[in-house]
């Protein structure tokens, strides 16, 4: 049960777009179509950001979108503001267990 | 609206146990799956534990399995995890979590509770 790999940081300005990718195997992010994205702040508990890959649940702003290729999944936030500055977390199903990536800092510069 | 309340964390010597809880409400608890979902200080999130809404299918992380039992009381909207022979490395806020209806992330989440292993 290896974690996922997420870049430790990446950083834009505001209105420009990040990509952070999580890269696993074939047994998780590349067999199932389970990848799920959370977004945590300081102190506070994770929230979820996108599932399935793609999905976008309410109430999450549409800048945020979610693609796979092969065992890679990616998360994008297009037109970066500053309240995106935080941690986040790709998550795979990987059958009967789930592994997270190590977790991605986003700075706004 | 989904309301997830942790208790039980606290300061346990090596060797011992503790059991968390995790009380759920706003939604029909028994029509859906649950997580516990670990955090040590500074580091990223870890799966430690999930069963489904009837209580069964129970998956372990392999850091955890055979000391940690995941259950839940569906008369009580209640989640639960007994955590046995603890170590230092089991030192980490911990979170419940429910499952999404129908898929495999987690889309609720508590505020957390801190289990600190020390002598």
């Known amino acids: 049960q290896s974690a996922l790999t997420q870049p430790r940081s990446v950083s834009g300005s505001p209105g420009q777009s990040v990509t952070v990718s999580c890269t696993g195997s074939?047994?998780?992010?590349?067999?199932?179509?389970?990848v799920s994205w959370y977004q945590q702040f300081p102190g506070k508990a994770p929230k979820l950001m996108i599932y399935?890959?793609?999905k976008r649940p309410s109430g999450v702003p549409d800048r945020f979108s979610g693609s796979k290729s092969g065992n890679t999944a990616s998360l994008t936030i297009s037109g970066l503001q500053a309240e995106d500055e935080a941690d986040y977390y790709c998550?795979?199903?990987?059958?009967?267990?789930?592994?997270f990536g190590g977790g991605t800092q986003v700075t706004v510069l | 609206q989904v309301q997830l309340v942790e208790s039980g964390g606290g300061v346990v010597q090596p060797g011992g146990s503790l059991r968390l809880s995790c009380a759920a409400s706003?939604?029909?608890?028994?029509?859906?799956?649950m997580f516990w979902v670990r955090q040590a200080p500074g580091m990223g999130l870890q799966w430690v534990a999930s069963?489904?809404?009837?209580?069964?299918?129970?998956h372990y992380g392999d850091s955890v399995k055979g000391r940690f039992t995941v259950s839940r009381d569906n008369s009580m909207n209640t989640l639960y995890l007994q955590m046995n022979s603890l170590t230092a490395e089991d030192t980490a806020v911990y979170y419940c979590?429910?499952?999404?209806?129908?898929?495999?992330?987690?889309?609720?989440w508590g505020q957390g509770t801190l289990v600190t292993v020390s002598s």
């Open positions: 979590a429910r499952r999404d209806s129908g898929g495999n992330s987690f889309d609720s």
């Open positions: 706003g939604f029909t608890f028994s029509n859906y799956g």
């Open positions: 069963l489904w809404d009837d209580g069964g299918n129970k």
């Open positions: 074939s047994r998780d992010v590349g067999g199932y179509n389970y």
């Open positions: 399935d890959v793609s």
């Open positions: 998550c795979s199903y990987a059958g009967s267990h789930w592994l």
